[in-house]
């Protein structure tokens, strides 16, 4: 781990090293917008490579780090975190914290300008649910926040390229506990649904259901879609009408894309299709309708993020206090 005494590096020498100005380096990181992605590029590797970080407050410069703490997230519209992050936004005004956060909308460009924003905040801690999980992403930002001793506590999606502390689900044994129901409910066609092909979640939970799948007259399919709502809707009108028949049981890899194909079903007219969904459906039960599901606690998770997040704070993110914590989720159906 580097130490704090590291010394920091200026606007000037990141500008030189780029060869660039330094208002065009200032740019970068506050309207990266209005930089070439190649000028962008260059000047992200030279602060990288001097360990500059501009700082956003003057009265930070005189300290290691402000009183807040960054959150992250793919979308806010997902329940399960929203949830999550209320519980942690409580626990972090118990301790004089407050909460700055960013929405990324599954892009790495927007993840990468969202952890640059809160590196030049100098925040104590960030929380973050990352937009790709697949086994090769490698973003720079990790490398910056282990240079800069900034705590980094994972929610749900793991980055595998790094050992990093974070909450997260067991998704291979909620893929078996949803393929287990819809097993015992004698599915016939079964379309499970997930995000990215690539994404190591929707691998394993597919994997988990399709293990109990031991009907041999079962016929299968995976459509393998996003993970927030609009998106999946549009891939969903799409591809649901080109089946050779409708499915008897359709699965959600999380509660969006269980909404969004509840809506599509609905749409195009196939009225027999029962659905289960990993998460609970958003707002499902104000519109009259219960889906069986696993729930995983959002409430946890927050309170486990927070005790982590704040016990790596509090021990200057010494990796004696770096843990791994997983949810387990429960079986609802009623």
């Known amino acids: 781990m580097d130490s704090h005494a590291e010394k920091k590096a200026t606007i000037v020498e990141v500008a030189k090293l780029a060869k660039v100005s330094t208002i065009t380096v200032s740019r970068a990181f506050s309207t990266p917008e ?4 190649s000028t962008r590029q260059l000047i992200y590797k030279s602060a990288e490579e001097l360990n500059y970080i501009p700082n956003a407050f003057a009265r930070t410069l005189k300290t290691n780090s402000s009183k807040i703490i960054g959150v992250v997230t793919d979308s806010t519209y997902n329940q399960v975190y929203a949830q999550a992050v209320t519980t942690l936004c409580a626990e972090a005004d118990k301790l004089g914290y ?4 960013f929405e990324t909308m599954g892009s790495e460009e927007k993840e990468s300008n969202a952890l640059d924003t809160l590196f030049s905040y100098k925040v104590a ?13 490698d973003p720079r930002y990790i490398r910056i926040a282990r240079k800069n001793n900034i705590p980094l506590v994972l929610l749900d999606r793991d980055i595998k390229t790094h050992h990093l502390p974070g ?7 909620i893929g078996v506990k949803s393929g287990n129901y819809l097993a015992h409910c004698g599915a016939q066609r079964l379309l499970i649904i997930g995000g990215p092909e690539q994404s ?10 399709l293990s109990t ?3 041999p007259n079962l016929q299968t399919k995976v459509i393998y879609a996003h993970y927030n709502y609009q998106q999946t809707r549009e891939l969903l009108l799409h591809e649901v009408p080109k089946l050779s028949a409708p499915p008897t049981h359709v699965v959600g890899i999380n509660g969006q894309i269980s909404l969004a194909a509840i809506g599509v079903f609905r749409t195009l007219g196939y009225k027999e299709v029962q659905f289960f ?5 958003p707002y499902a039960a104000d519109f009259g309708f219960t889906i069986p599901c696993i729930d995983s606690d959002p409430v946890e998770w927050g309170l486990k993020i927070s005790s ?5 704070i509090e021990h200057n993110n010494d990796p004696a206090y770096f843990d791994r914590l997983f949810i387990y989720g429960k079986l609802i159906t009623h």
């Not at 209005?34 to 992605?37: A, M």
């Not at 801690?125 to 992403?137: F, R």
């Not at 909450?167 to 044994?173: Q, S």
């Open 277 to 281: 969904s990993i998460d609970p459906v």
């Open 308 to 312: 982590l997040l704040f016990k790596l």
């Open 98 to 101: 407050g909460l700055m956060m």
């Open 167 to 173: 909450v997260f689900l067991n998704n291979h044994e």
């Open 34 to 37: 209005l930089v070439k992605e």
């Open 200 to 209: 190591e979640i929707t691998q394993e939970r597919v994997n988990g259901i």
């Open 213 to 215: 799948q031991h009907n």
């Open 125 to 137: 801690g960030i929380v973050l649910s990352v937009v790709n999980d697949s086994k090769t992403y």
